[in-house]
C-alpha cells in the first residue's frame, strides 16, 4: 500500500476492506474503469481529499 504507483484496482483485490472506506467517502473508484490506471494520489486529488488522512484510513480498514 506504500507504493505511490499502486493502481486503486489492486489495492482493492489485495486489501477488500478497503473498499468500505471508498464508499463511505461516496469516491465512485470501486469497479470504476479507471481503476486499473489511478492511484490513491489520483483519487485523492480527484475527491478533494488529503491523502495522509485517506491513506490512514485505508491502512486501518485494511489492518495495517
Do not use: N
Request: with cysteine; aromatic share 8%; net charge negative.
Amino acid at each position: 500500500m506504500d507504493d505511490p504507483d499502486l493502481p486503486l484496482a489492486d489495492l482493492m483485490m489485495h486489501w477488500p476492506d478497503t473498499i468500505q472506506v471508498f464508499l463511505r467517502h461516496k469516491m465512485l473508484c470501486v469497479g470504476c474503469l479507471i481503476g486499473p490506471f489511478h492511484t490513491i494520489a489520483d483519487a485523492c486529488a480527484e475527491y478533494s481529499l488529503d491523502e495522509c488522512d485517506f491513506l490512514a484510513e485505508l491502512r486501518e480498514a485494511a489492518g495495517l
